[in-house]
């Protein structure tokens, strides 16, 4: 069987997982989408034409290829549509498309839900997450808790489908309408409304469902390989993310197997991705956050503008630090990563002097591990290694045309983590990769 290769996010998200996945994507049979939801955004650019996908597979940019959504995967049919729409309007051919009848449906209530959770939160003592408000938590909520959830094959079963949601509109619009304030008519469900909703999402998407562990399973049998595209990242994730701030799937690689429906032993190679520096959108602790003193808020906004540091999905900036390596570590350990891609490496281009936390100081005492909890990151100092910096790498497309201060960074990474680079980016086109090791 040939390799298989599970790309995974190392950091706190939008460490450039869509541009590796896309390079990948000629030397894989299929990619499959294996967790998260409308809440991912990942950008491919190729000679200057960029792409975001949310809930499609980057590999759909690869004429013919297999794109697969898999079980794991929250799906909102109506971001679906319109990611369809665009893709089409542009002249991309989706008819490679497949989407497991095992997927859960996003549906009104779960965004509508989402969004007044966050509103209680930061009402209330607690603070809010900052979710991305897309449905993702609650969704997998009702996944969990299986009464009234609603899976993408049960948009092809008319009667079953009409049946449950007579119930779960009646219970849905009981509890939001409790909760949602004097504006009642935002949180009433209309059976017969909701019923003809899914259906036309049914027609709409019929041809692309199918049963998709059932066919990567084929696929694995017949030799073929597989690219399990991981959608945000394994400190946002579920158990081993700074919980509560985290996402509510399996990110790190081991959420691969069930969220496609293939063995653990199936998944091959591991591949972490992660930024040169390190961002974060929404709540909870970043070490080494640029926000101590007004000359680190400026290197951060120098960071943020150069590396156009703005949600793909909600526009939001990013918080931004130096690398953390202590982080990098503990992910590329949990996740198994066999090789690292450094990406967005030219955006530090031009900063004089380059820190990079490779422990840090907690409650006294020095450490290089972390523990993954969120009041844990916050009351951890990091210990700062200073390099030189370095100037434009845009036009790198060779290791022997990085200077030799980006090489001793990018040492500092392999020594640090005990992994090798694999590949480093310099820029967001697909050309401007460099297969490193
Ligand atoms: P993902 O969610 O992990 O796929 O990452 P995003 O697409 O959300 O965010 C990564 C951003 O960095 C996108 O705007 C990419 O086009 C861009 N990008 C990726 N690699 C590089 C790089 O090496 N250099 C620069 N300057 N931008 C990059
Ligand atoms: P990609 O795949 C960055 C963050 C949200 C929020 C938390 C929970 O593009 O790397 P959710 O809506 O999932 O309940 O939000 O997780 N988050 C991401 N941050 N990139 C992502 O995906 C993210 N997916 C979720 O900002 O803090
Ligand atoms: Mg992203």
């Not at 549509?81 to 490679?96: F, I, K, M, Q, Y």
């Not at 899976?151 to 049946?163: H, M, N, Q, S, Y």
């Not at 956050?289 to 990013?318: H, N, S, V, W, Y």
């Not at 990085?402 to 990018?410: D, E, F, H, M």
Request: charged share 20%.
């Amino acid at each position: 069987m040939s390799t298989s290769t599970v790309v995974v996010g190392l950091q706190w998200g939008d460490e450039g997982k869509g541009k590796i996945v896309d390079l990948l994507a000629d030397r894989h049979d299929a990619v499959v989408r294996y967790n998260g939801g409308a809440n991912a955004g990942h950008s491919v650019v190729i000679k200057g034409e960029r792409f975001a996908l949310h809930l499609i597979p980057s590999g759909i940019l690869h004429k013919g290829k297999a794109a697969v959504v898999g079980n794991g995967v929250v799906i909102d049919p109506d971001w679906l549509a319109r990611e369809l729409d665009g893709l089409h309007a542009r002249g991309v051919d989706t008819s490679s498309l497949v989407i497991s009848d095992r997927a859960h449906v996003v549906m009104p209530w779960h965004k509508a839900e989402d969004e007044l959770r966050e509103k209680w939160l930061s009402e209330g003592s607690l603070e809010p997450i900052g979710t991305t408000k897309r449905g993702i938590g609650p969704c997998y909520a009702d996944k969990a808790t299986r009464g009234c959830a609603v899976r993408v094959g049960d948009l092809l079963t008319p009667g079953p489908l009409a049946k449950r949601l007579e119930s779960i509109c009646r219970l849905k619009t009981a509890m939001l309408s409790s909760i949602g304030g004097p504006d009642k008519a935002a949180y009433t469900y209309d059976h017969k409304a909701t019923v003809d909703l899914c259906l036309a999402w049914g027609q709409r998407f019929k041809q692309y469902i199918q049963d998709t562990s059932a066919m990567l399973l084929d696929l694995q049998q017949a030799g073929k390989s597989i690219l399990f595209e991981g959608a945000n990242a394994t400190l946002l994730d579920v158990d081993h993310g700074t919980y509560p701030y985290v996402t509510s799937s399996t990110c790190s690689s081991q959420g691969a197997a069930p969220g496609a429906g293939v063995p653990a032993a199936s998944l091959g190679d591991v591949l972490g991705i992660m930024k040169a520096y390190s961002t974060r959108v929404g709540g909870g602790p970043l070490p080494t956050e640029l926000i101590a003193t007004e000359a680190d808020c400026a290197m951060g906004d120098r960071i943020r503008q150069k590396g156009r540091e703005f949600g793909t999905t909600t526009g939001r900036p990013r918080r931004v630090g130096w690398l953390d390596l202590v982080v990098v570590k503990y992910s590329a350990r949990l996740n198994g990563a066999k090789g690292l891609s450094v990406m967005l490496l030219d955006v530090l281009g031009g900063i004089e002097q380059l820190n990079v936390a490779t422990s840090y100081m907690i409650d006294g005492h020095p450490t290089d591990r972390i523990t993954p909890h969120a009041d844990w990151l916050a009351r951890a100092k990091p210990i700062y290694q200073t390099l030189p910096g370095f100037g434009d790498l845009t036009k790198a497309r060779k290791k022997s045309e990085l200077p030799r201060s980006a090489i001793a960074y990018l040492d500092l990474i392999e020594a640090t983590v005990g992994v090798p680079v694999r590949f480093v980016s310099v820029g967001p086109d697909r050309e401007q990769t460099i297969e490193y090791s």
